[in-house]
């Protein structure tokens, strides 16, 4: 299931700091007939990563139409649920395809456990330890 955030009001609500991610046309730029790509879908991602506290009770789901059906005593229908009337309210708990803060928190905490595991870098016994840094960059007269 996927909990699409552009039809509620909450990102209304929201205040997401600008960042850049890029677009096929920036990728284009930077292409040629050498350059290996992987197709990488962001939106795979935002179920991996848990929604802000404060924000999980703003985002649901009312599925009181799949709980048991009575009568009231006045004659409407009710959704009895554990003998209950109640609306029938899931929590989403992690992050949401139209949430604007979405990618932001997804890249954030992504940009966070990569830091992870790498470590340091300077540990002798890190597999990712790295010395010095040679750039290969176009125009250069090693390129």
Known sequence: MVFDDTKCELNAALWTPNFFLATI??????????????????????????????LRPY???????????????????????????????????RTCMGLKSSPYVCTQTFGWCEDAIRGNRREANNPLRWDEIVLNLPGSKDY
Do not use: C, Y
């Open 25 to 54: 046309e920036s990728i284009m730029m930077n292409a040629d007939t050498d350059t290996w790509m992987g197709d990488l879908d962001p939106g795979e991602i935002f179920l991996i990563f848990w929604l802000d506290e404060q």
């Open 59 to 93: 985002a649901g789901v009312d599925v009181t139409s799949l709980g048991k059906r009575e009568l009231h005593e006045n004659g409407n229908e009710v959704i009895v649920h554990r003998g209950l009337v109640r609306l029938i309210w899931e929590r989403w708990e």
